[in-house]
T-cell receptor, first 115, second 111 residues
Framework: EAGVAQSPRYKIIEKRQSVAFWCNPI?????LYWYQQILGQGPKLLIQ????????DSQLPKDRFSAERLKGVDSTLKIQPAKLEDSAVYLC?????????????FGPGTRLTVL | GQQLNQSPQSMFIQEGEDVSMNCTSS?????WLWYKQDPGEGPVLLIA?????ELTSNGRLTAQFGITRKDSFLNISASIPSDVGIYFC???????????FGDGTTLTVKP
């Protein structure tokens, strides 16, 4: 079974530029998560989708971050404009369901460096 | 928001030694999860705990869900070089509907 795919793996941009990340979850997984992991810290949830609907985006900085999952499968996360403090690894995860006992499978992440 | 305190921050041990790390919180969690993250990869679930007092093993790994529901520990017995990585605890609260991660314990195993 293929895992969660993310691209690009690395991205370097200058502050105030825009950037987009793509995630393809495991086939059949209804729930998709985007996390931000700053160096030396644990992942922090940015947004959770159930199919193509948003379940939780309470920690998403909505003035600059946006995410969509139009057809309930792939998802994109965008930052516009980027700030220095956005430098982090952006992890996508998926699970079969939104229940707490439904295991989350993580992708390898996209490492973003903002100069 | 909910905060998890994970300790120790890092550990340097000799191959064959046992390891213990723990997580504490000021809030109650319904589920405790332990993950391992290798460099350049996402976290991988090691053990999930769903009931206060629960003790669960997965090979050389043993984890317990604290009775107060505010803490959990992970033990690794007879460590080997491939145990190197960052171990994260995560607490999940059904009411909040999301997992909160600790900041990780970095484990180094010397052959």
């Amino acid at each position: 079974e293929a895992g969660v795919a993310q691209s690009p793996r690395y991205k370097i941009i200058e502050k105030r530029q825009s950037v987009a990340f793509w995630c393809n979850p495991i086939s059949g997984h209804a729930t998709l998560y985007w996390y931000q992991q700053i160096l030396g810290q644990g992942p922090k949830l940015l947004i959770q989708f159930q199919n193509n609907g948003v379940v939780d985006d309470s920690q998403l900085p909505k003035d600059r971050f946006s995410a969509e999952r139009l057809k309930g499968v792939d998802s994109t996360l965008k930052i516009q404009p980027a700030k220095l403090e956005d430098s982090a690894v952006y992890l996508c995860a998926s699970s079969l369901e939104a229940a707490p006992d439904s295991e989350q499978f993580f992708g390898p992440g996209t490492r973003l460096t903002v100069l | 928001g909910q905060q998890l305190n994970q300790s120790p921050q890092s550990m340097f041990i000799q191959e064959g030694e046992d390891v213990s790390m723990n997580c504490t919180s000021s809030s109650i969690f319904n589920t405790w999860l332990w993950y391992k993250q290798d460099p350049g990869e996402g976290p991988v679930l090691l053990i999930a705990l769903y009931k206060a007092g629960e003790l669960t093993s997965n090979g050389r790994l043993t984890a317990q869900f604290g009775i107060t529901r505010k803490d959990s520990f992970l033990n690794i017995s007879a460590s080997i070089p491939s145990d190197v990585g960052i171990y994260f605890c995560a607490g999940h609260n059904t009411n909040a509907g999301k997992s909160t991660f600790g900041d990780g314990t970095t484990l180094t195993v010397k052959p």
